[in-house]
T-cell receptor, first 112, second 112 residues
Framework: NAGVTQTPKFRILKIGQSMTLQCTQD?????MYWYRQDPGMGLKLIYY???????DKGEVPNGYNVSRSTTEDFPLRLELAAPSQTSVYFC???????????FGQGTRLTVV | DAKTTQPPSMDCAEGRAANLPCNHS???????VYWYRQIHSQGPQYIIH???NNETNEMASLIITEDRKSSTLILPHATLRDTAVYYC?????????????FGQGTRLTINP
């Protein structure tokens, strides 16, 4: 039972490069989330989605874009990587609001 | 939006009960209290949630005061593997209930 799968696990980007962090879930959950976690800090919500075709901004959306074309996938796009985006990124999914969320194991991104 | 306040850190002896407090004095009647934990740099793990009644599962107990302004997560027999950051979250009202916003959490250290 895979749950929430994030790829890649690690990545080093140069300033100005772009990349897509992949998140896929096999639980058929409607709600999906992207978070970033800086060293020693809590999780900050970047974007979230309540279903295919619906996305909304979280606390720190600047510099990121998302799409949700299917229930399973919720990719996070960085267009022009900056050192400030060095962080660990977590994806999560849950069936609806007021239910348990399941998290992936994270993607550690370094921008140099 | 109801905010939460947690102590930044706590210590507990192995085998003892760990009691983690959370203040949420602005909570409204239809908002749930959730607890998650994050072990080292893994993705957060759901522990328990409740509305107004006390709740218990195989991991922990959740005690919510009668006025719902605070709650306590209880790990009845803490082990070294319970060392983690524990997050208390109150789900937001209405449209905001779709979000899942984390605070800074309490870093719990279980000592041998």
């Amino acid at each position: 039972n895979a749950g929430v799968t994030q790829t890649p696990k690690f990545r080093i980007l140069k300033i100005g490069q772009s990349m897509t962090l992949q998140c896929t879930q096999d639980m058929n959950h409607n709600y999906m989330y992207w978070y970033r976690q800086d060293p020693g800090m809590g999780l900050k919500l970047i974007y979230y989605s309540v279903g295919a075709g619906i996305t909304d901004k979280g606390e720190v959306p600047n510099g990121y874009n998302v799409s949700r074309s299917t229930t399973e996938d919720f990719p996070l796009r960085l267009e022009l990587a900056a050192p400030s985006q060095t962080s660990v990124y977590f994806c999560a999914a849950r069936p609806t609001m007021n239910t348990e969320a399941f998290f992936g194991q994270g993607t550690r991104l370094t921008v140099v | 939006d109801a905010k939460t306040t947690q102590p930044p850190s706590m210590d507990c002896a192995e085998g003892r009960a760990a009691n983690l407090p959370c203040n949420h004095s602005t909570i409204s009647g239809n908002e749930y209290v959730y607890w998650y934990r994050q072990i080292h740099s893994q993705g957060p793990q759901y522990i328990i949630h409740g509305l107004k009644n006390n709740e218990t599962n195989e991991m922990a107990s959740l005690i919510i005061t009668e006025d719902r302004k605070s709650s306590t997560l209880i790990l009845p027999h803490a082990t070294l593997r319970d060392t983690a950051v524990y997050y208390c979250i109150v789900t937001q009202r209405g449209q905001g209930a779709q979000k899942l916003v984390f605070g800074q959490g309490t870093r719990l250290t279980i000592n041998p």
